[in-house]
């Protein structure tokens, strides 16, 4: 079983950037797909990212922050990060880093794909 535990999130301002980040531990990481997913209340989880287990493979990101976030994974560290910028008030909800077997060459989209999860960090984007 993979142990998700994650750090960031907070609140800031329209425009501002922030980075939320998930360690990992107990099995092998590099062996994990590692997504992002967001839910709102009343919401049903939302696919945010995802980064293959595959150094150099594949990296996905909702289209509604595609040049405005990043995501990558350090393999030694056993790390997960999500770095955002010119955030919006829509951004707002609870961010989870998950992890999941490696299934293919495309990253999933799909939450049920992922095995594991963090506990969870608030993003609130108001003035």
Same mark, same amino acid.
């Given at each position: 079983q993979m142990r998700l535990v994650q750090y960031g999130g907070g609140s800031v301002q329209p425009g501002d950037s922030l980075i939320l980040s998930c360690s990992a531990s107990g099995d092998t990481f590099s062996d994990y797909t590692m997504g992002w997913f967001r839910q709102a209340p009343g919401k049903d989880r939302e696919f !945010?990212?995802?980064?293959?287990?595959? !150094?150099?493979?594949?990296? =996905?990101?909702? &289209? =509604? *922050?595609?040049? &405005?976030?990043?995501? =990558? &994974?350090?393999?030694?560290?056993?790390? *997960?990060?999500?770095?955002?910028?010119? *955030? &919006?008030?829509?951004? +707002?909800? !609870?961010?989870?880093?998950?992890?999941?077997?490696?299934?293919?060459? +495309?990253v999933s989209r799909n939450s049920n794909d992922y095995t594991s999860w963090g506990q969870g960090a608030q993003v609130v984007v108001s003035s």
């Open positions: !945010v990212g995802a980064i293959s287990a595959t !150094v150099g493979g594949d990296i =996905s990101l909702t &289209r =509604s *922050l595609e040049g &405005r976030a990043s995501i =990558s &994974r350090d393999n030694t560290a056993h790390t *997960l990060t999500l770095q955002m910028k010119t *955030l &919006r008030p829509e951004d +707002t909800t !609870v961010y989870y880093c998950a992890a999941g077997p490696e299934r293919g060459t +495309t």
